[in-house]
């Protein structure tokens, strides 16, 4: 709107930037190497740091695990939100919330192997980054619901599925894709597979009223 203006950005203090680029190495290392493999001392090499300055921010190697792994849950949900916030509807918000996730999985491997991780090395992070992503997920499924968008389903079962979805198709194409190694760069979901993907997704969340017609459509 024509007269107002956006508020001055804070710039990051000295400690802030320090702490951003310790989470930024441990990311790197637990995903390169593993969890058990990772020390703090490759994490301060990575990140251009003394040891002391590590525990100036961080208890313990665990500690810095946890907060990575909520970091990447944070920017995965910032990723989602802003992709689909302003779609028209329900079944278009999912199509540009799985794009965006394909697409952070693709930047992002860390990710996929860190938190799948934390099943062993952290299971209250683990927790946590599905929980918090359902949470949000089920919200948006209640509203899509009451407007008549969504069929009668469980919005909190139908989230953990949604989300169960992205991942294993994530893992399968953007982790083990055919020009994908081990570890390696990720490649990306092919369209095909993506509208396959989005069809099952539409016709699983539509309203009764809608579902023998697209039926009707695909014989």
């Known amino acids: 709107m024509i007269g107002e203006t956006n508020p001055p950005v804070r710039k990051q203090t000295k400690g802030e930037r320090t702490r951003a ?3 930024a190495a441990a990311e790197l290392q637990f995903a ?12 301060t090499e990575a990140a251009g740091v003394g040891q002391g300055t590590f525990y100036l921010y961080f208890s313990s190697k665990l500690e810095v695990f946890d907060e990575v792994v909520e970091d990447l849950n944070r920017r995965v949900r910032h990723a989602m939100i ?4 302003a779609a028209p509807n329900r079944i278009e918000a999912e199509r540009a919330g799985f794009a965006a996730f394909f697409r952070f999985t693709a930047e992002h491997p860390a990710l996929y192997r860190i938190v799948r991780q934390a099943e062993f090395v952290s299971p209250g992070a683990l927790r946590m980054h599905y929980t918090r992503i359902v949470e949000g997920y089920q919200e948006g ?3 899509a619901q009451a407007a008549g968008e969504i069929g009668d389903i469980d919005p909190e079962v139908a989230a953990w599925a949604l989300m169960g979805i ?8 953007v982790l083990w894709g055919p020009d994908v190694s081990p570890g390696g760069p990720t490649s990306k979901v092919p369209q095909e597979v993506f509208d396959q993907a989005m069809t099952f ?4 969340l539509a309203p009764e009223s809608r579902r023998g017609t697209q039926g009707e459509q695909t014989r």
């Open 21 to 23: 680029r310790l989470l």
């Open 32 to 43: 390169e190497l593993g969890y058990h493999d990772a020390s703090v001392v490759r994490i």
């Open 82 to 85: 802003e992709a689909s916030s």
């Open 141 to 143: 499924l209640a509203r």
């Open 166 to 173: 992205g991942e294993i198709i994530g893992m399968r194409w």
């Open 201 to 204: 997704i539409e016709r699983a």
